[in-house]
């Protein structure tokens, strides 16, 4: 079992009367796509972002509040306790209400995917029942999980030898197609380009293997920055808001200390040393391995 893995969520997996303790991981990779950090130009300094009102007057964070906007130009302001209050309490249970077919999901629907592990040696028996059974059934588990104040909507299914949970987004979250789609004309194309266009289609029908495609984009940006480090565009970047005592060589420091008459100064008393804090080991990071969604298809509207 990967204990290695960063756990962000800990709780039970229920079904009926059963409760199975269980751990959520993040099934992405963060450092994937390169990302970037805007500098200054001329004084090679992080650029930040500051919070400003129209006038520019810069606004302390005790004085924000969020704003709804219930009319253009009206709003509703809501304190953080009142943000707070509506805030769902962390149930820690998955519990698992309803089972479907994996292509009843509209593919729009999922949002973001998690792997779902057996929390201890002693949970791994009940885990692997599901798995195995919704697995034999062909079926996904819909549930509901309590996650940072809201509640998710959530689809669990077997992938590789685990449980995959994917994220749902709820119905109102997704625009209506009909709308979307009007101004499509419904006539309907010649029977022969249809036909060329099946066997186009045909023709090149294999099952799916993401690791065939590559983020091209991404690769190229690594070979750029690669790149600008072998020819020495690599630059000492400050950042105001990580303060660190200025780097002075051996020699400087001495003649500092001498000062401009050439003599020592006087050594401040030095305060009794502290005892360092002995820093906690973390375990690394690692990457879980890919996990295909189930087979999915719009459903007809």
Do not use: C
Request: no cysteine; glycine share 6%; hydrophobic share 40%.
């Amino acid at each position: 079992m990967a204990q290695n893995v960063r756990t962000f969520w800990k709780g039970y997996l229920r079904l009926a009367l059963v409760a199975i303790p269980v751990r959520l991981v993040s099934a992405e990779i963060a450092q994937a796509t390169p990302h970037f950090h805007q500098i200054d130009r001329k004084s090679k300094q992080r650029i930040h972002y500051l919070k400003v009102a129209a006038n520019d007057r810069k606004v302390a964070s005790e004085d924000i509040v969020m704003g709804y906007e219930v009319e253009p130009g009206n709003y509703v302001l809501l304190e953080k306790d009142e943000l707070n209050a509506v805030k769902l309490e962390t149930r820690h249970t998955i519990e698992l209400t309803q089972f479907v077919d994996a292509a009843d999901i509209d593919p729009l629907y999922f949002d973001r995917p998690y792997y779902l592990l057996p929390d201890g040696d002693v949970a791994e028996e009940g885990y692997v029942v599901i798995r195995d059974a919704l697995r034999a059934a062909r079926k996904v588990a819909i549930g509901q999980l309590t996650l940072r104040g809201r509640e998710d909507l959530v689809a669990l299914y077997p992938g590789g030898a685990g449980l995959v949970l994917d994220t749902l987004r709820y119905d109102e979250e997704i625009k209506d197609d009909d709308e979307v789609f009007a101004g499509i004309g419904k006539a309907k194309p010649r029977a022969d380009m249809l036909d060329m266009a099946k066997q186009l289609i045909e023709s090149r029908s294999h099952d799916f293997d993401p690791s065939g495609f590559k983020d091209h984009y991404a690769d190229a940006l690594r070979d750029l920055v690669k790149r600008k480090v072998e020819s020495g565009g690599k630059v000492s970047v400050e950042d105001e808001s990580e303060p660190k005592g200025k780097v002075i060589d051996f020699m400087e420091a001495l003649k500092r200390s001498l000062g401009s008459g050439g003599e020592a100064a006087a050594p401040a008393p030095k305060a009794p040393a502290k005892k360092p804090a002995r820093a906690k080991a973390k375990p690394a990071a690692k990457a879980p391995a890919k996990s295909a969604k189930p087979a999915v298809k719009r459903k007809a509207s």
